[in-house]
């Protein structure tokens, strides 16, 4: 199974900007699609994201359209989350994650990052 290694999480004022990677280790990404999402005390898990592998087709939940980009470097096995503009609602723990097939539903992703904490002040 694919080992996905989260980083570049950390503090900024509102209205920075901040990109977290996701490295996936253990061999070539073979999966469909990788996946972000956000977990927080207030609102529970939220779908972020999302990048397809082979395309470079995204997927972005309406607080975060225009705000966020999802990507992906197929070279290195590493997706990326660029986040700016942020706002202390984006307060949550990051996690990325791998599907093998194309996502409608959390069960579709199989592999999870340890999640890497953003923090927005205000």
């Known amino acids: 199974q694919v080992q996905l290694v989260e980083s570049g999480g950390g503090s900024v004022q509102t209205g920075g900007s901040l990109t977290l990677s996701c490295v996936a280790s253990?061999?070539?990404?073979?999966?469909?699609?990788m996946g972000w999402f956000r977990q927080s005390p207030e609102r529970g898990q939220e779908f972020v994201a999302s990048v397809n592998w082979d395309t470079g087709r995204t997927n972005y939940d309406w607080r975060v359209r225009g705000r966020f980009t999802a990507s992906r470097d197929t070279t290195r096995n590493t997706g990326y989350l660029q986040m700016s503009s942020l706002k202390a609602e984006d307060t949550a723990v990051y996690y990325c994650?791998?599907?093998?097939?194309?996502?409608?539903?959390?069960?579709?992703?199989?592999?999870w990052g340890q999640g890497t904490q953003v923090t927005v002040s205000s």
């Open positions: 253990g061999g070539a990404f073979n999966y469909h699609t």
């Open positions: 994650a791998a599907a093998d097939r194309d996502p409608n539903t959390y069960d579709d992703f199989g592999s």
